[in-house]
């Protein structure tokens, strides 16, 4: 039957071998028609008197050097090679040139093994669904997650890998990226389900970050994977859309507590120093009194007793330089007039040295 026969070998529907035949569609080449034109190029090239067997032998040898120099290939830096005989893996080849068993026994894979892959988890991009912006549209399926305190976060983020070994990447898995995926998810909810929102939402982003690609990468390499995990970005962590306001309250007023009891700290701290150093100040201040008042005590008891010493020894002397002493001390700063005993009795003779004194000091200040 010529395959340009579009009666299908007396089928109905009028369909040729490939499913072709209805009005308007393209149709098949016509076999005959393409062996004919070979033959009519071939004759072109050879002379009229035909191939002979020398002819012969040197197209056959000819189209098998083609064959087994169709066999190299070329590793590129980024890339790694697999090598499939009958569709089978075989080997791993490094970059550089290469050769395997010519077409259709073996054929050779090249992926990329140093390009960085990323994996989005709990949001998708526009480009990703064939749009033209990069706006994220969140995906509500994969992005909540329960956590240790029985809350509901909403997480997104994304996973960076890079094919470790190209032969597991390729047949160890079905579909290694929906794999990585499916593994990202579910190592998120566990890491999450040990943690309290509290601290998902702050302070420990860096440690869940790198406990859940170390659990992604000892996962993986349980299933032969052939991935290597590079890093886990936590894209955005929030509470569910519809409580975000009241979550967002109740931190607001727990930053507000968090800022009064730091000025309350603050306040004791400056203050229980001040009071400490006040107290330990008057205690010195006592202690040196105490220390003070001893040593006058003490002082006057071994002056009096030296004095009692010296009276014991002459009471007249003692008596009178004590006495002398005394008036010393009570009259020395104070105003004295002396007045003999022997000038006679009727006038007072009274000599006022204290006035001629100021008058003398103030002639000598006027000028």
Sequence with gaps: MPWNNRNGGGRSGGRGPWGGGSPGQPQPPDLEELLKRSQDRLKQVFPRGGFGKGGLSLIALLLIAVWIAS????????????????????????????????????????????????????????????????????????????????????????????????????????????????????????????NEIELILTENRDPIQSEVRDLMQQTLDSYGVGATITRVQMQKVDPPAQVIDAYRDVQAARADQERLRNEAEAYANKIIPEARGEAARIG???????????????????????????????????????????????????????????????????????EIDKRSSNQGVEP
């Design 71 to 194: 066999g190299i290939y070329v590793i590129e830096p980024d890339e790694q090679g697999v090598v499939l005989r009958f569709g089978k893996f075989v080997e791993r080849t490094n970059p550089g040139i290469n050769y395997h068993l010519p077409w259709p026994v073996e054929t050779v894979l090249t992926p990329k093994v140093t390009r960085e892959n990323q994996v989005n988890v709990g949001y998708r991009l526009d480009s990703d669904l064939g749009r033209a912006s990069d706006r994220a549209r969140d995906v509500a399926e994969e992005s909540l997650m329960l956590t240790g305190d029985e809350n509901i976060v909403d997480i997104d983020f994304t996973v960076f890998w890079l094919i470790k070994d190209a032969g597991a990447f390729l047949f160890n898995v079905e579909d290694p990226e929906a794999a990585i995926k499916a593994v990202a998810e579910s190592v998120m909810r566990e890491v999450a389900g040990r």
């Design 284 to 354: 010195q201040q006592a202690e040196a009194y105490k220390q003070r008042v001893i040593a006058e005590a003490e002082g006057e008891a071994k002056r009096f007793i030296s004095i009692y010493d010296e009276y014991r020894k002459a009471p007249g002397v003692t008596r009178k330089r004590i006495f002398l002493e005394t008036m010393e001390r009570v009259l020395g700063d104070k105003t004295k007039v002396i007045v003999d005993s022997k000038a006679g009795t009727g006038v007072v003779p009274y000599l006022p040295l204290p």
